[in-house]
């Protein structure tokens, strides 16, 4: 983090019937909006590639300068200013950020750009963040999305701690 923005990077396992990795690195602004996501993603059949690129007020692109291929959700992409990772927890911290639900209480429903690992298809679709309590050290927050609904535990910073039954950071 600095006064330019975020830049973070990481690496998902999931190991089952259907075991994938994936790596990715993000970049957001100062003012918390993502604009490039890069993740790549193998499995025991395939490997892919995805470079998403967004200019302010702009639409988001490929690494080809391309519109990437959506679902017919009736959302518009060009309007998601978050991403989110469905293999990742720490990819609802952009969101949670970029709002300041980690520092007040609050609801918010946000349209992301939602990217399924480990095949790469981009869709836009809408979440929702609710702000439970607020302590000295983070706060909690529900999640509604097309996952579900979760229970989320941000640090001060609102990054993801816990994410319960999916995801915790290892400290």
């Known amino acids: 983090m600095t006064e330019r923005g975020l830049r973070a990077s990481g690496y998902l396992v999931v190991v089952g019937?259907?075991?994938?990795?994936a790596t990715f690195t993000v970049l957001c602004d100062s003012a918390g909006r993502t604009r490039r996501l890069n993740v790549q993603s193998d499995s025991a059949l395939t490997e892919r590639g995805l470079s998403l690129t967004r200019t302010p007020g702009g639409p988001w692109l490929d690494g080809a300068g391309k519109?990437?291929?959506?679902?017919?959700?009736?959302?518009?992409?060009?309007?998601?200013?978050?991403?989110?990772l469905t293999a990742s927890a720490f990819s609802n911290s952009l969101a949670i950020r970029r709002l300041g639900l980690h520092r007040r209480y609050g609801a918010e429903e946000v349209l992301v750009a939602q990217i399924a690992i480990p095949d790469l298809h981009v869709t836009p679709c809408m979440h929702i963040y609710r702000t439970v309590s607020l302590t000295s050290t983070g706060a909690h927050i529900t999640h509604s999305g097309p996952a579900g609904n979760h229970d989320i535990s941000v640090d001060r910073h609102g990054f993801v701690i816990d994410l319960p039954q999916l995801s915790y950071r290892l400290r």
């Open 17 to 21: 019937r259907h075991s994938y990795g």
């Open 67 to 84: 519109a990437p291929p959506g679902g017919p959700t009736g959302l518009d992409l060009n309007n998601a200013i978050d991403i989110d």
